[in-house]
């Protein structure tokens, strides 16, 4: 497949790194420093100029390219990169990297001529709730901005019997939810009403970020939920982490020092606790019982801050850190310093934007069990045959709809639900089934 | 720079920093308009045959005056921010000039001096309701028409009038508006001034029509016995300013249970915000009710307190049943917009029932009403200032904006906001120390329950106080320097304190 990468910055060359063996590489940058340091470390051709202007991309050759990746620092550059080119050359797929999460949203909404979007932000935020969301998972996955989640939970002998040991359709399952699957053992089975979880088991929920934490606590009954987390740092990263764990229900500080940003993002998001204040305050520590959080997120700008931040927290007593990162060697120093998890913005973007360069089906967000099942993410389309159907009356089989997005808010259909045009559907299938359910819908 | 040349521009400096003769000027030019709302009380004496000269008296002093005063200042003017202050003030002293002449004019013996006069016509303006006539049956009837008429005017506002129907005055009227309309300023008005005035002025006509045509109603069926078609008319030009002025001397006591509902029901709508009524009613969006916070603190204030006075006056056995219930409501509502209405003689409550009221004068109404006091919206961003401030001494790096539904309030505001509230309660205390000492000079027995609610009452625009002045009674007794007192607590609340305290500041008339 012939690539354009658009950006040799640091996602830049992480994407090389990855797929320079398979595919045939283009990269694009001004920085004619850059692309000889790429040179020098991967076989590929390269091309100094503006990736956002139309004469430099056809004299690049962008008409001959599969695939475009725009990944410089600068969104709008991406964006316009990406437009030029689906002008030039219709076929070619294009990817934007963007630090926008309005851009996402736009995107979201058809409004953007780019076929597929990764947000720094965005992706940084699902990882670090990945990490935080649901204490007593073995695995959390979110879609729709947070209002969707995705939780594998190990089914001990504490768990509940309100859901283990009955039929499904006589559990008390919490509203807003529903089991996916049930694993045992080799074999997976797609909950239907007449399955019984059994201890042993491995399942699957789909639901509400609510249900999700009430899951929790019916599968391990005392291992309660994050209720206080603290935010070092309300830049773009750290308020798209709060907003994403406002939705989930919880408890977020952030502390910022500059008076200006902090004002604004205590009128963008009502529900957070905001204090104009710094990290290297140690008696702003004390006072505020920041070693009371349950987590400490670092999103400052400056690694060096974050670095210095973290290890002042540490000292305080704060049980569980995070840092997010923006040098490439930053991770071992902070896991050095005893920082529990690193997140690298940069490299969670280019590997998104990798994995979506694989295998181009942008519906495709997670894979379970190895592959043999997905979730998938697909807005309806308007003459899809299911449209106007009820849920039970859906002839498909190997699958099952968790949720649906409706105008922005999730909702978590009854069977009798019926399905419209434009509804953004989350659906658990086998692997070997999503060609049907991507045709179908 | 020659030495000549150098003496001229020092010399150039105005002795005041304040536009003096534009003000007067514009303030001219409203009075002379308004002057002519002195001819439906005269056409009302034709049909009665009662004298018409002291109306048409009243116009010709008051229009020529301003006609003449308008003339002599007419120049190039810088009108702003700062005359506003001026232009308001001075409007609201001659529009209650206007309103005394035809008492003065009629030489009836109950208003023929001066200065009950002017009370009495500051108290119609501003819709306070208080009066000096102890016996209303005696006063002809357009002296009474023109009672209310003054209320009903001065209800939304002179200016507002104004600017609603008057060809387009030479400011922008914001500032203007801006001084007269009730309540602090959340979202600054983003349609066209003029707009706004029209809106809240037609719903205000259409409000006092519908009024009009229920009390009709009830005279013609008979529900109500004691009706007349006069009364429909002075009555609901006194219910929608939230004045209460009453045509009867025993306010609304002598008329029907099903009358003092329908009343207590459009004093709540004259407490509400006319901006967000104008929404449900002409908009039709009646969910908008619900979303506006202040509102509904303005509906859970009434339903409690109703409550309370209700069980208060049931367990006194001052009333019972529906009367205990109804007294309760209709007291509660027209003490808390600022109305003033009375179905029953408050004046001999106990001291628990009798200062829940008072207190209640304290509430006021929603900001955008034609309610006086405090307004209710104010009382709920006090109470988040203070909930942050509280907040912050335990935690000082908290950054809490505060919030009126969605919107974000600014600092500003919540400053205006506390400093209203300091100054409405410091010209309260003073004015009630006054009237003590002025009472103790002249002889007058005032005891200090009454002393609190006469201050109160005309600070607030309410009316009625205790004593002799209660509901059904008189503010005849005062000594003529209380008089002159309450007047100006009646203009100082209707304008809201801040103008006015701003117009005794050095800095506004001199720049140095």
């Known amino acids: 497949m012939k690539i354009f990468v658009i950006g040799a910055g640091q996602v830049g060359a992480t994407i090389v790194e990855a797929l320079n063996d398979e595919h045939e590489l283009t990269v694009l940058d001004l920085d004619e420093e850059r692309l000889a340091a790429i040179v020098q470390r991967y076989d590929v051709h390269t091309f100094e100029g503006n990736g956002a202007s139309r004469s430099v991309l056809s004299q690049a050759g962008v008409k001959h390219a599969d695939l475009l990746i725009a990944c410089t620092s600068r969104d709008e550059a991406n964006i316009v990169a990406a437009m030029i080119t689906k002008a030039v050359s219709p076929r070619t797929t294009t990817v934007v990297r963007t630090s926008n999460p309005e851009y996402l949203e736009v995107w979201r909404e058809g409004q953007l001529d780019v076929d597929f979007i990764v947000s720094s932000e965005v992706e940084t935020a699902y990882a670090i709730s990945r990490t935080i969301g649901v204490p007593a998972a073995r695995q959390t996955d979110v879609f729709a901005e947070g209002q969707v989640q995705l939780v594998e939970f190990d089914v001990g002998p504490e768990a509940s019997g309100a859901v283990v040991g009955v039929p499904l359709r006589e559990a008390r399952i919490p509203p807003d939810s529903r089991v996916a699957a049930i694993i045992r053992g080799d074999q997976v089975i797609l909950a239907r009403g007449h399955e019984t979880i059994q201890v042993g088991d491995r399942i699957v929920v789909i639901g509400s970020p609510q249900a999700a934490q009430a899951w929790g606590e019916l599968i391990a009954p005392g291992t309660g939920k994050v209720r206080d987390v603290v935010i070092f740092g309300a830049g773009r990263a750290g308020a798209t982490v709060a907003r994403l764990l406002l939705e989930q229900g919880i408890g977020v500080r952030l502390i910022e020092a500059s008076r200006e940003r902090a004002l604004t993002i205590s009128h963008e998001l009502p529900g957070v606790r905001v204090y104009h204040a710094t990290g290297f305050d140690p008696d702003f520590l004390e006072r505020e019982r920041i070693a009371d959080a349950q987590v400490a997120i670092f999103a400052m700008r400056d690694d060096l801050k974050n670095h210095y931040a973290a290890s002042l927290a540490k000292v305080h007593g704060v049980a569980f850190t995070i840092a997010i990162v923006h040098e490439a060697a930053s991770g071992q120093v902070f896991e050095h310093a005893g920082v529990d998890v690193t997140v690298n913005p940069r490299q969670i973007t280019a590997e998104e934007i990798v994995r979506f360069a694989h295998d181009p089906r942008t519906q495709q967000v997670v894979m379970l069990e190895g592959d043999k099942f997905e979730v998938l993410d697909i807005t309806t389309k308007r003459d899809s045959e299911y449209v106007g159907l009820t849920f039970k009356e859906m002839p498909i089989r190997g699958a099952l709809i968790g949720a649906i997005v409706r105008d922005g808010h999730a909702v978590f259909p009854r069977s009798d639900e019926r399905l419209r045009p434009g509804d953004r559907v989350i659906v658990f299938t086998e692997s070997r089934r999503v060609p049907d359910v991507e045709r179908a819908l | ?512």
């Open chain 2, 1 to 512: 720079m020659t030495t000549a040349a150098r003496g001229r521009a020092l010399r150039r400096a105005p002795f005041l920093a304040v536009d003096l003769l534009g003000a007067l000027n514009l303030t001219a030019t409203l009075l002379k308009y308004l002057s002519l709302a002195v001819l439906v009380p005269a056409a009302v004496a034709l049909g009665y045959g009662e004298p018409v000269w002291p109306f048409l008296g009243a116009a010709a002093i008051v229009g020529g005056g301003s006609f003449a005063l308008q003339r002599a200042t007419r120049a190039d003017h810088r009108l702003g921010t700062r005359e506003a202050f001026l232009v308001v003030s001075c409007t609201w002293l001659g529009a209650a000039l206007l309103g005394a002449l035809p008492y003065l004019l009629s030489g009836d013996p109950q208003l023929d001096r001066p200065i009950d006069a002017y009370f009495e016509a500051m108290s119609g303006f501003t819709t306070t309701g208080a009066s000096v006539v102890t016996d209303l049956d005696a006063l002809p009837r357009s002296l009474l028409l023109w009672r209310q008429l003054t209320q009903w005017l001065g209800g939304i506002g002179i200016i507002v009038l104004a600017l609603a129907v008057l060809p387009r005055l030479r400011v922008g009227g914001r500032q203007l508006l801006e001084h007269e309309m009730p309540g602090p300023e959340i979202e600054s008005l983003r349609t066209r001034i003029r707009d706004t005035a029209r809106r809240v002025w037609f719903l205000y006509l259409a409000l006092t029509a519908a009024l009009i045509v229920i009390l009709l109603a009830f005279d013609v069926t008979n529900v109500d016995e004691r009706m007349t078609g006069f009364d429909a008319f002075g009555t609901a030009l006194a219910t929608m300013p939230t004045g209460g002025f009453g045509t009867d001397g025993r306010s609304l006591q002598p008329f029907a249970p099903a009358t003092q509902w329908v009343i207590a029901l459009f004093m709540l709508l004259a407490g509400a915000n006319f901006a967000l009524l104008y929404r449900v009613f002409v908009r039709r969006q009646p969910l908008e009710l619900g979303r506006d916070s202040e509102f509904r603190l303005y509906i859970a204030l009434i339903t409690l307190a109703s409550i309370v006075l209700g069980v208060e006056i049931w367990l006194e056995d001052i009333a019972a049943g529906e009367a205990a219930v109804r007294n309760a409501v209709f007291q509660t509502v027209s003490m808390m917009t600022t109305t003033g209405f009375a179905t029953t003689d408050f004046v001999s409550w106990p001291t628990l029932a009798a200062m829940t009221l008072v207190g209640l004068m304290f509430v006021g109404g929603s900001a955008g009403s034609t309610s006086g006091s405090v307004k209710v919206v104010r009382h709920l961003l006090m109470a988040k200032i203070l909930r942050r401030e509280i907040d912050q001494t335990l935690h000082p790096e908290v950054v809490a904006p505060v919030r009126l539904g969605r919107t974000i309030v600014d600092e500003r505001t919540l400053r205006a906001v506390s400093s209203f509230i300091v100054l409405y309660i410091g010209v309260f205390i003073l004015g009630t120390v006054l009237l003590a000492a002025e009472a103790e000079r002249s002889g007058v027995d005032l005891t200090l329950r009454e002393a609190i609610a006469a201050a109160a009452t005309t600070l607030g625009n309410v009316g009625p106080a205790f004593g002799f002045a209660g509901p059904f009674g008189s503010f005849e007794p005062f000594s003529d320097l209380s008089t002159v007192l309450l007047t100006g607590l009646m203009w100082i609340g209707r304008l809201e304190v801040l103008p006015i305290v701003v117009l005794l500041t050095r800095h506004y008339w001199r720049n140095a």
